[in-house]
């Protein structure tokens, strides 16, 4: 993998497990959660990280049917 320029997720408190999200040349985004584990990557593609975050935008400001 080339060197990526991680970047902490403006999200995440201090102090608290962090989300890092790098984006590489190719268009895929990369994503891990704190220090703790950089070797777990999650690679995806921007509009499937939009959908994601939008999923969970509307799960948790939206009605949940429960």
Not at 2 to 7: D, P
Not at 32 to 47: F, K, N, V, Y
Not at 52 to 60: D, P, V
């Amino acid at each position: 993998m080339t060197n990526l320029n991680w970047q902490k997720s403006t999200y995440s408190e201090e102090g608290a497990s962090c989300v890092y999200v790098a984006a590489a040349l190719t268009g895929t985004i990369h994503i891990h959660e704190s220090d703790d584990h950089p070797e777990a990557i999650l690679t995806t593609g921007p509009r499937q990280l939009r959908a994601l975050i939008s999923g969970i935008r509307n799960r948790t400001e939206g009605p949940t049917g429960r």
